[in-house]
């Protein structure tokens, strides 16, 4: 009964991490009118657990973003993942991603 007990919670992370995917947005974000090339696009979305240094840690990336000169954009949106626009972005970064967080499309 204890071995079943401590697998069972040995699987919750890993559960939770393969939960379903959340409904995916239909809408692209708006991007800022004034992003500048190159532009770093930062990415966070969480079907599953989140992370509670995903606010951190994008602050850090649109500071070594604005500290090379480079614009940042940070979403969680997977509706920007869209064929106009990602080519504005010359990089994008998965910030603590979990689950399935894009359609077959993007």
Do not use: C
Request: zero cysteines; glycine letters at 6%.
């Amino acid at each position: 009964m204890i071995a079943r007990a401590a697998l069972v919670l040995l699987a919750l992370p890993w559960l939770a991490m393969a939960a379903p995917p959340g409904r995916p947005e239909t809408r692209p974000p708006a991007l800022p009118a004034d992003l500048k090339r190159p532009a770093v696009l930062i990415f966070t979305k969480a079907n599953g657990y989140r992370h509670d240094s995903i606010p951190a840690a994008t602050a850090a990336l649109e500071a070594i973003a604005r500290g090379r000169g480079w614009s940042a954009f940070a979403t969680d949106d997977d509706a920007v993942f869209n064929p106009r626009q990602l080519p504005r972005f010359d990089a994008v970064v998965w910030n603590n991603t979990s689950g399935a967080v894009l359609t077959a499309g993007e």
